[in-house]
């Protein structure tokens, strides 16, 4: 019983320890908060919310360096960088409106009190170059292509009236000019052959308009050497994941030194609008020529081939023998023209001109484009498998000599019969030949009636059965008769004769 009442009182007692302790804390709890100041609270909180890691100081100091390289680079690059604002003005005939009784019981106004219709838009552009009081601005030809006045806006704020010095719509390229006093900054240009996969790479100008004007975009160059892009331009193209939105055509797309490599120009996008990292810039060493001849000029003069390209497929490489190349198949070649005169016929493979490695059919466009007329130039191509050189003079092409096909030898664009081909025609595999899968109007062949979908069997009397010999049917006939053999709807039929 004692040692019963013993316990007891041991108990009550650890249970009274326990109780005064837990009240004990609760009160210097409260005490502690009731006294703290607001202040004291912050820093309390936030004193309990950092992070335990540390930055290391190396990786502290490369991290800022390269955000001063970025610094350094906008500072050096966004003085040269404009906005090109522009007005497009449309008159249109006006109609007789049922609102106005005079115009609906009278007509419209005369021609000359025609409605015009203002739309207003905005681009990009470089300042690239000054003399003598004027600075010229490159720019994309889409971007002023339509206007009627073009003002040129700096990045402090002051405005100038600009005048179109020249276009060039096919390497989407514009020159315009400004006169003043004021000290204005120049680009500085760098060398876009240099350019690697994995650069960094600044977009710089005005996406969206002037209310996020002269915006600064870091990313890297994706690819170099793309081709493609709207208004079949011939330029390759430098992509990059740098933003690019509408009204950043026109400016600059630099490297980490601020040397302007590309002209920021189109973007891909799945939703036709926003940026998706997908964008591409002209190469500047493009656009070196194209900003001496216009200034000096007004205009740029082209080089001209007069070949009719294509890029193979690789069914067609393998048929002709050349797998393990990248060049440009001539697919046509125009009577009269340096290429004809050179040497070159229609079927040869174009690997290089000069020292240059040809890429495919855009990059042949470029570089012979890049050659001034008169100038001469050394074609590799492969013909049956074999390496041959031509040297070729270059001459000045115009639209109308381009597009003039009633020289283009033969005009007519073949395939091999393929199974699907033979499955579509319902030809047997006794019927040898080449598919007629486009016919140039004007041409040779179009004049002795061959047509789409027509079946040649025979070149001039010589048996065609492949690509290959075909093409060496061609070749041996260049500048002189024409006729082919071939079968439409199941009927062997031989076409007139074609003279030169």
């Excluded at 870091?218 to 330029?235: D, F, K, L, M, W």
């Amino acid at each position: 019983m004692n040692l019963e009442k013993k316990l007891s009182s041991r108990s009550f007692l650890v249970f009274n320890l326990v109780l005064v302790g837990i009240i004990f804390g609760f009160s210097l709890a409260f005490l502690s908060f009731s006294c703290s100041t607001p202040g004291g609270g912050n820093v309390a909180r936030a004193q309990a919310s950092q992070s335990s890691v540390v930055i290391p100081q190396d990786a502290l100091a490369i991290a800022e360096g390269l955000q001063n390289a970025f610094n350094a680079v906008a500072e050096k690059a966004l003085p040269s960088v404009v906005e090109v604002k522009t007005v497009v003005i449309q008159r249109r005939q006006s109609s007789p409106s049922l609102d106005n009784p005079w115009e609906f019981f009278f007509g419209p106004p005369r021609q000359d009190q025609d409605r015009e219709f203002r739309s207003q838009a905005m681009g990009s552009g470089i300042i690239i170059r000054q003399e003598s009081g004027t600075y010229y601005i490159l720019t994309n030809n889409h971007v002023i292509e339509e206007a009627s006045e073009i003002v040129i806006a700096t990045r402090d704020g002051n405005e100038y009236t600009a005048e179109v010095v020249g276009r060039d719509a096919r390497r989407d390229l514009a020159i315009l000019s400004i006169r003043t006093n004021d000290h204005l900054i120049l680009a500085d240009l760098g060398d876009s052959d240099t350019a690697k996969v994995g650069d960094w790479a600044i977009a710089i100008g005005n996406p969206l308009g002037e209310q996020f004007n002269f915006s600064v975009t870091i990313g890297t160059i994706s690819a170099v050497g793309r081709t493609g892009g709207p208004g079949g331009n011939i330029n390759d193209f430098i992509q990059t994941d740098a933003s690019i939105n509408r009204g950043n055509s026109g400016g600059p797309l630099v490297n980490i030194r601020g040397e302007v490599i590309g002209i920021n120009t189109w973007i891909a996008s799945t939703t036709g609008g926003g940026n998706v990292g997908l964008g591409f810039a002209i190469p500047i060493n493009n656009a070196t020529r194209v900003i001496d001849d216009i200034i000096s000029s007004g205009s740029v003069s082209d080089g001209w081939l007069g070949v009719s390209l294509i890029d193979p497929t690789r069914e067609v490489m393998e048929a002709l023998s050349l797998t393990g190349n990248r060049g440009a198949l001539a697919a046509q070649v125009l009577l009269g023209s340096p290429a004809y005169r050179g040497g070159i016929r229609a079927g040869d493979y174009i690997i290089r001109v000069d020292n240059i490695d040809i890429r495919g059919m855009n990059h042949l466009t470029q570089t012979v484009g890049n050659i001034r007329p008169g100038d001469q130039a050394v074609f590799r191509v492969i013909r049956d498998g074999v390496p041959m050189d031509f040297t070729v003079r270059i001459e000045a092409r115009t639209n109308e000599i381009a597009s003039d096909s009633r020289n283009l030898w033969p005009g007519v664009w073949v395939s091999s019969l393929t199974d699907e081909i033979r499955s579509s025609l319902n030809i047997g595999n006794n019927v040898r030949g080449l598919f007629v899968s486009q016919i140039s109007p004007g041409s040779p062949a179009a004049v002795v009636g061959i047509d789409r979908g027509d079946i040649i069997t025979a070149v001039s009397g010589i048996p065609v059965s492949d690509l290959a010999s075909f093409y060496r049917a061609i070749r041996e006939n260049t500048g002189r008769e024409l006729w082919f053999n071939f079968t439409r709807g199941g009927n062997n039929l031989e076409s007139i004769r074609f003279q030169r």
